[in-house]
């Protein structure tokens, strides 16, 4: 609905910017609408002249990044918001980009410099708290990555993001038990969270609990069918194999 809006915004906002070549803001503004209707091509021209004529302002240099992203150009983009955030280093937009493209490209100790800026501006944020938390599971700091999704779930209890990965750190970590209370916290929390679901089957299935797995998947599919998509062969098979159990013990269907 949102692209719809500046889908139907663009065309006036060519003309405008047609007809006011020195109008700043309506560049910026046609460039942003480009952006967000994945005409890249036509957001770097827009970005390109904006530079041209105004080469230190960090808004375009920031749209030239976003064009850069978009047309698959990660070392142009870097650059790009390098010189905008020594232009303005408080630009938060910006630096979370950056962080974005950089572990896209697999730099986690870079993102991780970016992520902590970030947190140490908005410390309760919970979306910024776990990108933190990502660059540095990634790392390899696994307690201070704890520590970002559980400051993340004191910000927003019922951040899902947070969930997920914090019960998938305690997963990777072989802290089945931690995964499962983090995920019947959640759940307690949000009972329609079909991913806690699914996830929490998954932990029940790696203990074996092939019962409390099947009726952990048959809720998340109840919630969000569309998880089907996501299983693998393994768990997607347990309620399977959980009704055939009960078929051997009950052949006469009573």
């Known amino acids: 609905m949102l692209s719809q809006n500046f889908a139907d915004a663009l065309p006036r906002l ?14 910026l503004l046609l ?8 005409d890249f091509a036509g957001m770097r021209e827009t970005a390109a002249a904006l530079l041209a004529d105004c080469p230190g302002e960090p808004r375009a240099i920031y749209l030239a ?13 870097i650059a790009f918001l390098t010189q905008a955030l020594a232009l303005r280093e408080d630009y938060a937009e910006a630096r979370r ?15 991780a410099k970016d992520t902590a800026a970030l947190v140490e ?17 990634a790392c390899g700091d696994n307690e201070a990555a704890e520590a970002a999704y559980r400051r993340a779930l004191e910000a927003n209890p019922f951040g899902g993001e947070a969930v997920v ?23 307690a929390l949000r009972p329609d969270f079909a991913e806690a ?9 790696r203990l074996h609990d092939e019962a409390g797995a099947a009726e952990d998947l048959k809720k998340a599919l109840e919630i969000k069918p569309a998880l ?20 051997s013990l009950n052949p006469y269907g009573f």
């Not at 992203?69 to 070392?75: N, P, T, V, Y």
């Not at 980009?97 to 993102?111: F, I």
């Not at 679901?197 to 299935?205: A, E, P, T």
């Not at 089907?228 to 009960?246: K, P």
């Open 14 to 27: 060519e003309r405008l910017a047609a007809a006011c070549p020195d109008n700043v803001e309506v560049r």
């Open 197 to 205: 679901y699914k996830l929490r089957g998954g932990v029940k299935h």
């Open 97 to 111: 980009l950056r962080a974005t493209v950089l572990a896209d490209m697999g730099q986690w100790h870079e993102v």
């Open 65 to 77: 990044a976003e064009a850069a992203k978009g047309l698959g150009d990660d070392f142009g983009a």
């Open 228 to 247: 089907a998509e996501t299983l693998d062969g393994e768990f997607s098979n347990i309620e399977n194999r959980q009704n055939e159990t009960y078929r």
């Open 165 to 187: 990965r914090l019960g998938q750190l305690y997963e990777t970590t072989s802290r089945p038990d931690l995964a499962l209370k983090t995920y019947d916290e959640a759940i």
């Open 31 to 38: 460039a942003q609408a480009q952006g967000k209707t994945t």
């Open 121 to 137: 501006a908005q410390p309760d944020n919970d979306e910024v708290l776990v990108m933190h938390g990502n660059a540095l599971a």
